[in-house]
């Protein structure tokens, strides 16, 4: 187990190396002036001259890139163009912020969305599953936006339940939650109720009927532990996405999470802090993944790793 | 209909802290990096200039309680209101002036936004004249300096003392503004307490609170479940807050033109024949009142109203096609041209008047394809003259004439410095350098009158409006006004009283 993690861990080298460069070479090749969103409006070519020189960023490519390996290699992310602060301390700020409402996301997603599943997979073409999967249904095609604006105006301005933004207590991370769970709760819910109907047909289910277990037994036990390789792998990818930020929630709900700091980041040419995001949220992902491939095994022993 | 906030609830979370909010995060709250709005506003509720602006776009003493210009405008001398300390307790001498100037103009600060210092010849050129007054010597003459000292990178910081570097001294302020920084959380909220030792009058609130809210739309709700003192209303929610809420709004001309910059040195545009005919074949007023819900006074000229020099009386290009086909044939184009209009893609209200413009364009024959850029994209193409005709608006820095013709019109301003137009007129140049040597404000204005109208004839824009800006303010809320000026509002007369 420890070798596969350290040989996973070290295969990744090449493929953060690879989004440095191409992230690297794509920012060099999009329009927009780093320099000019520095000075704003009604600047003078000496002053943007200077900049330019002193960011290095009339070196030729490879220098730049060089440049910025050394420092990475050393784990410094570098200083924003704009604000002059640590990229990583930047990061740092935000990231926790981010795995909260990522956190949140999933937990509402897992529960509700794998509950609704196996409770439609239990009847299937009944009350619940019909309910179930046009929520599902409902919930897939509606665009996040448009969900989380309804959601502002229904709880936070008409019923004036909850705050419509913010950061703070629990009761401002409902609706953000809600917001970017509803996708992953209709999914899950679909996911899990396809993958549980094909394993209760299984001879191993008859099986357990027959010898007598109860019902119970027979769908928490059997039927859904089998059932589960699918739902981590979609509950992995959606973590993972969730963790890399979600811009549009976070902006939604002025939520201080990497989403809205890599989009302002990109927005203002602020190379370092979107070269030093992706970085961060390469190193994310990977690690998710990783994560994911771990559960597998501890779901299903027939999955070993060695 | 679904805004459904009665005044008793919206009164929700009162408290005693008013709320303020910039859509996205400060750079930095160092006067030497303000050079956005965000950055700007927060600089000027923790730091004083010299002068300052009252919300009406009024020149008056801040840290200098008087100052004379000497030689025609060349040299002014600043005297310091006496017993001005900073947030730390430190006295206020006039050699901090120096060293914050020289501080902004050090290039290892990396600001940025130095113009408004840059007229000042050189270190020599700052003469601290004791512990109460400082005497400024310019490279040449000019009238306006005491309003460029209102700007926020001209803050006077303690230095040194502020500690280490900029970035530093950007995250824990010491200035001597109405408010003390408390907290800062990034892309969440800063916190302010009120000054009590202000010298200007300390806040009538304990606290000011400022949010970072990106989506206008979010803001709206906000500011309805009364977590919000003010909040600004988007052009196309005009309708709506006028019929739901009209006892909540302010309105005010705001020191912005909006206008399409057409590229003089390209294509058909060079012809000035070409540029008329474009003012005329577009209805201005019509554009106005149906995608800005009427939220404007229609341009005759790129000094907005509100200013010594805008003239609302010029005659204009009147909106008749029938010109601006006689005008096009002149040219050479009796079947009119393709062109491309740019615009910011990001700018939902700017991209509605762009397709209306593209509209008009084509009933004479001008085929137009609107290109849509994010902001940054947009920026660079227009100053490096890659744009032929540019969607934009401009907004004072200083409430003056001056702002709406050196940086737009002036040679000197091509590209990056404003004039993205790329207008060029040796008479106009030397007019406005006459202009900003003038001290004789009612004599510069008449000037700046004269030059907005010579450049009109020439038509270096498709000319469109003045906005008006409307905000809602709070029924729990007294004491605030808009400010026309985006560093005219310090919130010190701003309190929460409990709705009835």
């Known amino acids: 187990m420890i070798a596969f993690i350290a040989r996973r861990l070290l295969s990744t080298i090449p493929t953060l190396f690879g989004v440095l460069v191409v992230t690297f070479l794509l920012l060099n090749v999009v329009p927009g002036d780093p320099v000019a969103e520095m000075v704003g409006e009604r600047a003078d070519s000496a002053t943007i001259a200077r900049l330019r020189a002193e960011l290095r960023l009339d070196d030729p490519l490879p220098v730049q890139f060089g440049h910025y390996l050394w420092g990475v290699v050393r784990g410094d992310l570098g200083h924003s163009y704009i604000t002059q602060r640590s990229v990583l301390g930047d990061l740092a700020e935000r990231f926790p912020k981010t795995l909260q409402l990522a956190g949140a996301a999933m937990l509402l997603a897992a529960s509700l969305g794998i509950t609704l599943g196996v409770i439609a997979a239990v009847r299937p073409h009944g009350v619940v599953d019909r309910f179930s999967m046009l929520l599902a249904y409902v919930g897939v095609s509606f665009p996040v936006y448009w969900v989380g604006l309804l959601l502002i105006l229904l709880f936070a301005v008409t019923l004036q339940w909850l705050p419509p933004s913010g950061y703070g207590g629990p009761e401002f991370l409902v609706l953000p939650a809600l917001t970017l769970g509803t996708r992953s709760i209709a999914f899950l819910a679909r996911m899990t109720r396809g993958a549980m109907l094909d394993v209760l047909s299984s001879d191993f289910v008859r099986t357990a009927r027959a010898k007598g277990l109860s019902e119970r037994l027979v769908i928490g036990r059997h039927a859904f532990r089998n059932a589960l390789l699918p739902v981590i792998t979609v509950l992995g990818l959606d973590v993972g996405n969730y963790l890399t930020g979600s811009i549009l929630t976070e902006t939604i709900f002025s939520w201080p999470g990497v989403g809205r700091y890599v989009l302002q980041a990109i927005e203002k040419r602020d190379l370092p802090a979107v070269q030093g995001s992706i970085l961060f949220l390469s190193v994310v992902f990977v690690l998710v993944n990783l994560v994911t491939d771990l559960l597998y095994a501890k779901a299903d022993p027939r999955v070993a790793y060695d | ?500």
């Not at chain 2, 947030?87 to 600060?109: E, I, M």
């Not at chain 2, 400022?210 to 003010?230: N, Q, Y």
């Open chain 2, 1 to 500: 209909m679904l805004f459904v906030c009665l005044l008793l609830a919206c009164g929700g979370e009162a408290g005693t802290s008013l709320v303020y909010y910039e859509t996205y995060d400060p750079r930095s709250l160092d006067p030497a990096l303000s050079t956005d709005v965000p950055t700007g506003e927060m600089v000027t509720l923790l730091f004083d200039g010299l002068t300052q602006f009252d919300p009406n776009g009024r020149l008056v003493p801040g840290l200098a309680d008087r100052w004379r210009a000497e030689r025609g405008g060349q040299r002014y001398v600043f005297h310091l209101r006496p017993g001005v300390t900073f947030h730390d307790g430190r006295r206020l001498v006039a050699a901090d002036v120096k060293a914050s100037y020289l501080r902004v103009l050090d290039p290892a600060t990396r600001g940025g936004r130095v113009w408004p210092l840059q007229p000042i010849a050189g270190v020599e050129g700052i003469e601290v004249l004791g512990d109460t007054a400082v005497a400024f010597t310019l490279t040449e003459p000019l009238a306006v300096f005491p309003k460029f000292l209102a700007m926020p990178v001209a803050s006077i910081v303690p230095v040194p003392g502020g500690g280490g570097g900029a970035a530093d001294f950007g995250q824990r302020p010491v200035g001597t503004g109405p408010w003390r920084f408390a907290a800062w959380r990034h892309d969440d909220e800063l916190q302010f307490a009120r000054n009590p030792d202000y010298w200007g009058g300390a806040p009538l609130a304990e606290s000011l609170t400022v949010r970072i809210v990106p989506e206008p739309f979010t803001r709206g709700a906000e500011f309805l479940a009364g977590r919000l003192s003010v909040v600004e209303i988007p052009f196309g929610e005009t309708a709506k807050w006028e019929a739901e809420h009209p006892d909540w709004l302010q309105r005010k001309p705001a020191l912005r033109v909006i206008y399409v910059a057409l590229n003089n040195r390209r294509g058909p545009l060079r012809d000035p024949r070409v540029r008329r005919a474009i003012n005329h074949a577009v209805n201005v007023p019509e554009i106005l009142r149906s995608v800005w819900n009427g939220r404007g006074i229609a341009a005759r000229g790129a000094i907005p109203p509100a200013l010594g020099g805008g003239d609302t009386t010029r005659v204009g290009y009147a909106y008749d096609t029938a010109t601006a086909r006689r005008l096009l044939a002149q040219a050479g184009y009796p079947n009119g041209f393709a062109i491309q209009l740019w615009r910011s893609g990001t700018n939902v209200e700017l991209g509605r008047v762009a397709q209306a413009v593209q509209a008009q364009l084509a009933a004479v024959g001008i085929r137009a394809e609107v290109v849509a850029r994010d902001a940054s994209s947009m920026r660079e193409a227009a100053r490096n003259g890659q744009t032929d005709m540019a969607l934009l608006d401009w907004w004072a820095d200083y409430p003056d004439g001056d702002n709406f013709l050196y940086p737009l019109f002036h040679s000197a301003s091509f590209g990056a410095g404003g004039n993205y137009s790329f207008y060029s007129d040796p008479v106009t140049d030397s007019l406005i350098m006459l202009a900003r040597q003038t001290t004789d404000d009612a004599a510069r204005e008449a000037l700046y009158r004269r030059i907005d109208g010579r450049v009109y004839e020439a038509a270096p824009w498709l000319y469109l409006w003045f906005p008006v800006d409307l905000w809602a303010q709070h029924p729990s809320i007294t004491g605030w006004e808009i400010p026309v000026i985006f560093n005219g509002q310090r919130w010190t007369t701003a309190r929460r009283v409990t709705p009835k």
